[in-house]
């Protein structure tokens, strides 16, 4: 039986109050992969601000599993990253940001940091970019180390916010591939937005579905058969 990571009850979001969203009731159980899912404008960016504690909810209660004995620790992925490319920073300082939040204000990060920097380079695929200025890499290399940077967060959830936008066909395919072998092999649970529906029904097993104000949750097969998709979108796919 599965059991759930975060608990989501009666969630109203939104900004100054005002509610983009409300009577949010959804789960994220332990290592499950879910698809985030929703037209523009329709909450997904306010969803994760939420999750991530960023946006406080209006109303409602988010509650995380007791027996992980801390809070949830979120790894990240944004859509882009927007390091501003004066700074000279090489792919493995980019990664190594990832254990900051482990370090006291001016304290050098240690050895264990830095080798659990380089694991997660190599876990992704990316130690060969290691030195290289992360200005300088691919979409999908930069995605890549972005992955690693959020690893070496040591996260029990990965959020990711269109991790293959802007990149190619071989490059999505191979993020995927990783993304599933993550969540597979080492149980991390993640949850991604993503609004290539034919990569999201080949990868995750969870859907939620931010559809006119309201929020679906269901199994894959279901939510993204092609009735369904009719159904909610209301098009003749």
Same mark, same amino acid.
């Given at each position: 039986?599965?059991?759930?990571? #975060?608990?989501?009850?009666?969630v109203a979001i %939104?900004y100054?109050?005002?509610?983009?969203?409300?009577? #949010?009731?959804?789960?994220?159980?332990?290592?499950?992969?879910? %698809?985030?899912?929703?037209?523009?404008?329709s909450?997904?960016s =306010?969803? #994760?601000? =939420?999750?991530?504690?960023?946006?406080?909810? #209006?109303?409602g209660?988010?509650?995380?599993?007791p027996?992980?004995?801390?809070?949830?620790?979120f790894g990240y @992925?944004?859509q882009r990253?927007? $390091?501003?490319?004066v700074?000279?920073? &090489?792919s493995f300082e980019?990664v190594l940001?990832?254990?900051?939040?482990?370090?006291?204000p001016?304290r050098? !990060?240690?050895?264990g940091?830095?080798d659990?920097?380089h694991?997660?380079?190599?876990? @992704? /695929?990316?130690e060969?970019?290691? &030195?290289r200025?992360?200005?300088q890499?691919? %979409? /999908? *290399?930069?995605q890549?180390?972005l992955?690693a940077?959020? $690893?070496?967060t040591?996260?029990? !959830?990965?959020? !990711?916010d269109?991790?293959?936008?802007?990149?190619?066909?071989?490059a999505?395919? &191979?993020? !995927?591939?990783?993304?599933?072998?993550l969540?597979?092999?080492? /149980?991390?649970?993640i949850?991604?937005v993503n609004?290539d529906?034919p990569a999201?029904?080949?990868?995750?097993?969870?859907v939620?579905?931010l559809h *006119?104000g =309201?929020?679906?949750q269901?199994?894959v097969? *279901?939510?993204?058969?092609?009735?369904?998709?009719?159904?909610?979108?209301?098009l003749?796919?």
């Amino acid at each position: 039986m599965t059991e759930a990571l #975060i608990q989501i009850e009666g969630v109203a979001i %939104g900004y100054d109050g005002h509610a983009v969203l409300s009577g #949010i009731d959804a789960k994220l159980d332990r290592g499950s992969f879910t %698809g985030l899912l929703g037209t523009n404008g329709s909450g997904k960016s =306010t969803l #994760i601000k =939420t999750l991530l504690g960023i946006l406080p909810p #209006i109303a409602g209660r988010i509650t995380t599993n007791p027996l992980l004995g801390h809070p949830v620790v979120f790894g990240y @992925v944004p859509q882009r990253e927007t $390091l501003d490319p004066v700074y000279l920073l &090489s792919s493995f300082e980019v990664v190594l940001m990832g254990a900051c939040g482990r370090t006291r204000p001016g304290r050098l !990060l240690g050895r264990g940091e830095r080798d659990l920097a380089h694991r997660c380079l190599c876990e @992704v /695929g990316a130690e060969e970019v290691a &030195s290289r200025r992360y200005s300088q890499l691919s %979409g /999908g *290399q930069k995605q890549r180390v972005l992955i690693a940077r959020a $690893l070496t967060t040591r996260p029990d !959830l990965l959020v !990711l916010d269109e991790p293959t936008a802007g990149v190619d066909a071989a490059a999505t395919q &191979s993020i !995927l591939e990783l993304l599933v072998r993550l969540n597979r092999e080492q /149980g991390l649970t993640i949850l991604m937005v993503n609004h290539d529906l034919p990569a999201v029904r080949r990868t995750v097993r969870e859907v939620l579905w931010l559809h *006119q104000g =309201t929020v679906l949750q269901g199994p894959v097969d *279901q939510l993204l058969s092609r009735e369904r998709v009719e159904e909610l979108m209301e098009l003749g796919l």
